[in-house]
């Protein structure tokens, strides 16, 4: 596959999940946006996130789409481009897939356990 095809196709899930992110939050995602998908090449997180967006989404993207996976080199990435006061996700596609989302552990289960104390709180008062 050529560098450029590879490029567009890691493009397209950058900016998937950047929509994603906009259209949950509500807040505005493209070039200067409060949410804006990185450049290709540039180091750093994949997802640039500003003022409410990093509030409202706290955690730094790495985002992958290739044919061939390498979970330990990509969580590493993730891991060194994390922002203070954020935890890592990784997107991952390939081709004919669907997106897949990996991150922390312990994480998963801190925000697993603010759902249930959400959810469970609001039918204790409702």
Not at 56 to 68: I, N
Not at 73 to 95: C, E, P, R, S, V
Request: aromatic share 12%.
């Amino acid at each position: 596959m050529k560098t450029s095809s590879a490029k567009a196709k890691g493009r397209k899930l950058q900016q998937w999940v950047a929509k994603k992110i906009s259209e949950i939050t509500g807040l505005p995602c493209g070039k200067d946006e409060l949410i804006e998908s990185r450049e290709m090449g540039q180091t750093g997180v994949d997802i640039k996130l500003y003022g409410d967006a990093k509030e409202m989404f706290p955690f730094s993207v790495e985002a992958k789409y290739q044919e061939t996976w390498s979970l330990p080199a990509w969580i590493k990435d993730a891991k060194d481009n994390q922002a203070k006061g954020t935890d890592w996700l990784l997107f991952i596609k390939k081709n004919f897939h669907e997106e897949i989302v990996i991150m922390d552990a312990v994480a998963f289960f801190d925000l697993y356990e603010q759902y249930i104390q959400f959810v469970f709180r609001g039918k204790k008062n409702g």
